[in-house]
């Protein structure tokens, strides 16, 4: 009755070792799918930090009552932002941001900031 299987063994093992590559490539599929959105979902943060930290630090300069020279570098663990303020028009400031990370990518915003309230007043993003 042992010898008599007809085969049956290999077709099953194949299978089943079939069906575990495919579920195990899905799996680490989706796992490097994650980690890259993870990473990229960590720039982007990375990002707007270090544009909050310069408005902020702008903010301060502006508020202490100090100018605000035209040109400017505020260095950072991973990238700088350089900063250009235009002259004055009434009473707002447009002032250019230019963020350069480590990783290479460049990323430009733009702030309004009214110098009677000595905060800012519009943020835009450019790409």
Same mark, same amino acid.
Request: charged letters at 20%.
């Given at each position: 009755?042992?010898?008599?299987?007809?085969?049956?063994?290999?077709?099953?093992?194949?299978?089943?070792?079939?069906?575990?590559?495919?579920?195990?490539?899905?799996?680490?599929?989706?796992?490097?799918?994650?980690?890259?959105?993870?990473?990229?979902?960590?720039?982007?943060?990375?990002?707007?930090?270090?544009?909050?930290?310069?408005?902020?630090?702008?903010?301060?300069?502006?508020?202490? /009552?100090?100018?605000?020279?035209?040109? &400017?570098? *505020?260095?950072?663990?991973?990238?700088? =932002?350089?900063?250009?303020? !235009?002259?004055?028009?009434?009473?707002?400031?447009?002032?250019?941001?230019?963020?350069?990370?480590?990783? /290479?990518?460049?990323?430009?915003?733009? &702030?309004? *900031?009214?110098?009677?309230?000595?905060? =800012?007043?519009?943020?835009? !993003?450019?790409?």
């Amino acid at each position: 009755m042992r010898n008599n299987e007809g085969g049956f063994t290999y077709p099953l093992t194949l299978v089943l070792l079939i069906l575990f590559l495919n579920v195990f490539s899905f799996h680490v599929e989706q796992l490097l799918t994650e980690r890259k959105l993870a990473h990229e979902t960590y720039l982007i943060l990375q990002e707007e930090y270090y544009f909050h930290s310069s408005i902020k630090k702008t903010e301060e300069i502006i508020q202490s /009552g100090a100018m605000l020279p035209a040109k &400017g570098t *505020f260095s950072y663990s991973n990238g700088s =932002m350089e900063f250009q303020a !235009e002259s004055p028009i009434g009473t707002v400031q447009k002032i250019n941001f230019t963020l350069k990370m480590n990783t /290479g990518e460049t990323v430009t915003g733009r &702030g309004f *900031f009214d110098i009677a309230s000595k905060r =800012m007043i519009r943020w835009t !993003e450019i790409n």
